[in-house]
């Protein structure tokens, strides 16, 4: 198993530009999350997914937009790229089962984003 | 609301020395903690968990235990290795609506370990 892949690792926007960062996994999780990194401020939630067709806000959603058409599959999409946007970000995935809260999330490496 | 606090860093030891990252947290009801590393580059994995009061998680020589009447989890290991390296992270999962959790993050501690 690969498990949870990202694409690309590094990228360069300019202010206003819209980019698309994709996220895979092959696990057959049902729940799958964004998050990005801020230096020195831990992981805040973006999006997250519940299942296919299913999405909902996290902590910091304006300037972003997801979908789920498939199990595997969690795109984050940045429409107008700001400077603010320059961050971090992981893709995560998790069975949440049994609805306890006990299941552990898994990684993708991450994309490295810079807006100028 | 919940949330996470833990030590600030950047933690610095020798090698062989004992490590203690403090972790505590505020949350309504009975919440699940977790331990996760990161290592240079690289995204999150889990360290160690536990689910209730009293449960002690370990994984790598790590250890934490879920202590319910001062709210902390604080994270311990007995001689740290310079592969030990990373940023470790304290996170609590809490409802999100219906049967659905989510993670809660504390903002991570670098630890630096010296030959």
């Known amino acids: 198993n690969a498990g949870v892949t990202q694409t690309p690792k590094f990228r360069i926007l300019k202010i206003g530009q819209s980019m698309t960062l994709q996220c895979t996994q092959d696990?057959?999780?049902?729940?799958m999350y964004w998050y990005r990194q801020d230096p020195g401020m831990g992981l805040k939630l973006i999006y997250y997914?519940?299942?296919?067709?299913?999405?909902d806000k996290g902590e910091v959603p304006n300037g972003y937009n997801v979908s789920r058409s498939t199990t595997e599959d969690f795109p984050l999409r940045l429409e107008l790229a700001a400077p603010s946007q320059t961050s971090v970000y992981f893709c995560a995935s998790s069975n949440n089962g049994g609805g306890r809260g006990t299941d552990t999330q898994y990684f993708g490496p991450g994309t490295r984003l810079t807006v100028l | 609301g919940d949330s996470v606090t833990q030590m600030e860093g950047p933690v610095t030891l020798s090698e062989e020395a004992f490590l203690t990252i403090n972790c505590t947290y505020t949350?309504?009801?009975?919440?699940?903690l977790f331990w996760y590393v990161q290592y240079p580059g690289e995204g999150l994995q889990l360290l160690l968990k536990a689910t209730k009061a009293d449960d002690k998680g370990s994984n790598k020589g790590f250890e934490a235990t879920y202590r319910k009447e001062t709210t902390s989890f604080h994270l311990e290991k007995g001689s740290v290795q310079v592969s030990d390296s990373a940023v470790y992270f304290c996170a609590l999962s809490v409802p999100s609506g219906g049967s659905n959790y989510k993670l809660t993050f504390g903002k991570g501690t670098l630890l630096t370990v010296n030959p």
């Open positions: 696990m057959n999780h049902n729940y």
């Open positions: 949350a309504t009801g009975y919440p699940s």
């Open positions: 997914s519940v299942g296919a067709g299913i999405t």
